[in-house]
């Protein structure tokens, strides 16, 4: 039987953030390992997910006046582990892997409905942690990716892009396209993961790149961006052209108060001629899609035909530079904290 400590490590807020967040921000604290209650899995962590999609939580928010994590509060973010004890109930066994929201420590007591057994369906448990299950939401059933479609994928060498390329493809998308920062990433982008062509920002202008590596037009674009790219995708969407958005990073850190606004000025002429669909999406919102994501996910791993390009740092006293080496977009694909 697994001997529980009487305290744990987790990541928590020292100063609500005052725009982008700095590591000073946050400090690793020992605090007591909470008590069970009935209803409640208590869950020693083995991995969390470090994702820009916190810069939400933490900024935008407080500046939506809606309730996020304050000074002393620890961190939220997905995260796996193993089942140390479980109401009889519950059907969860000691030793089960479980994935969960309650990230950022090394003990988690989750409610059981919070909880969702793992199993083995994938060949690494970190893939249980990989945000392909946006991708594949947005683009099974937000964007309907079919035969013969040109996508485009902005931000496609971070956690859902490096992803979203390679699944457009095997929905049928006959051209598929991303946006990136720098050549070595799109390197990887078309020699690793299939890109057709891949813009790189601050080389020439963003729209005339895209005219270049799309020149009869996108049908579908998914955004994890905002910003210029965004104006560049409308700019040459072809008619009924379906857009996703599932991310505004790069607005966020362009704006005043980096963060709190994902402000972009975008030509409504195109859209309203074009009759552009663009949709605003939340992968939380489709379950069942989770349910199609994960077989499928593991059946391509297994084969060899799908790529998951992630990047393990160890320690939970890392994270926080781990989150802003995310935001700053150093590195390929998914980011995890291993404990």
Not at 29 to 39: D, K, Q
Not at 41 to 55: C, I, K, T
Request: aromatic share 4%; glycine share 12%.
């Amino acid at each position: 039987m697994h001997s529980v400590p009487s305290v744990h490590r987790q990541v928590q807020l020292s100063a609500t953030p005052d725009g982008l967040p700095r590591p000073e921000d946050f400090t690793v604290a020992e605090v007591p390992v909470p008590p069970r209650a009935p209803g409640e899995v208590l869950v020693r962590n083995g991995a969390f997910l470090v994702s820009a999609a916190l810069l939400r939580t933490l900024i935008g928010a407080a500046a939506a006046g809606l309730p996020g994590p304050r000074a002393g509060d620890p961190l939220p973010g997905a995260a796996i582990g193993e089942v140390v004890a479980a109401p009889g109930s519950s059907g969860l066994r000691p030793g089960e892997l479980v994935g969960h929201d309650l990230g950022w420590r090394e003990y988690a007591v989750v409610p059981v409905d919070r909880c969702r057994r793992l199993g083995n369906t994938l060949p690494d448990p970190l893939a249980h942690l990989s945000q392909g299950w946006t991708a594949y939401a947005a683009l099974t059933r937000a964007a309907a990716v079919g035969t013969g479609d040109t996508v485009l994928i902005t931000g496609a060498a971070g956690a859902v892009g490096s992803l979203a390329g390679q699944i457009a493809r095997r929905l049928g998308a006959s051209r598929v396209i991303g946006t990136t920062g720098s050549p070595a990433k799109s390197e990887f982008l078309t020699t690793r993961l299939g890109y057709d062509a891949v813009v790189v920002r601050g080389s020439e202008p963003i729209s005339d790149q895209l005219a270049k590596a799309a020149p009869d037009g996108i049908d579908v674009a998914l955004d994890t961006v905002g910003g210029e790219q965004l104006q560049a995708a409308v700019q040459a969407a072809r008619p009924h052209a379906r857009f996703v958005l599932v991310g505004a990073l790069s607005s966020q850190l362009a704006a005043k108060g980096a963060g709190t606004t994902a402000a972009v000025e975008l030509d409504l002429v195109p859209i309203v001629l074009k009759r552009i669909r663009m949709q605003g999406f939340n992968a939380a919102d489709h379950p069942g899609a989770l349910d199609e994501w994960t077989p499928r996910f593991g059946d391509w791993l297994r084969a060899g035909s799908i790529q998951f390009p992630h990047v393990r740092i160890r320690g939970i006293e890392q994270a926080a530079r781990a989150f802003q080496e995310v935001v700053e977009g150093r590195h390929i694909g998914a980011v995890f904290v291993e404990l």
